[in-house]
């Protein structure tokens, strides 16, 4: 297929059309540049696009902590989440003394959770429909 220069270029024209013929050979050299300006630029994004959902991949299959109700959760690869209530300030597992009465608690800093031991499961439940 012939370009727009080449075809402009093969147009038989006299002195006062050959100014607008240079002018359009211009515009159409102009476009050009900025075709292939813009298959590089689509090259590229693709490159990208393909680089950041291998990422997205590579996240979603890893284990992830997830705050909700104050406290830390780790959500497992396979999607499901562990029973373990974790500190948001030192990301340690905390525990229970007894769960009818008691929050969980962190040893290191102190922090107690805003629910109770009983509770976790329902939190669990709740975490799940969340996410
Ligand atoms: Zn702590």
Not at 20 to 32: F, N, P, R
Not at 115 to 120: A, C, S, V
Request: glycine share 4%; charged share 30%; aromatic share 10%.
């Amino acid at each position: 297929m012939k370009s727009l220069t080449e075809i402009l270029s093969g147009l038989p024209v006299n002195a006062v059309l050959r100014e607008h013929v240079g002018i359009l050979k211009e515009a159409a050299e102009k476009m050009q540049k900025e075709a292939i300006e813009f298959k590089e630029r689509i090259l590229n994004l693709e490159k990208e696009n393909k680089h950041l959902k291998e990422e997205l991949a590579k996240y979603s299959e890893t284990e992830q902590m997830i705050k909700y109700k104050g406290a830390l959760f780790l959500k497992k690869s396979d999607g499901t989440f562990e029973d373990v209530v974790y500190c948001p300030k030192c990301h340690n597992a905390t525990f229970s003394f007894e769960p009818s009465v008691f929050p969980f608690s962190c040893e290191a800093c102190n922090w107690y959770s805003p629910f109770k031991g009983h509770e976790l499961p329902r939190i669990l439940d709740e975490l799940k429909k969340s996410v």
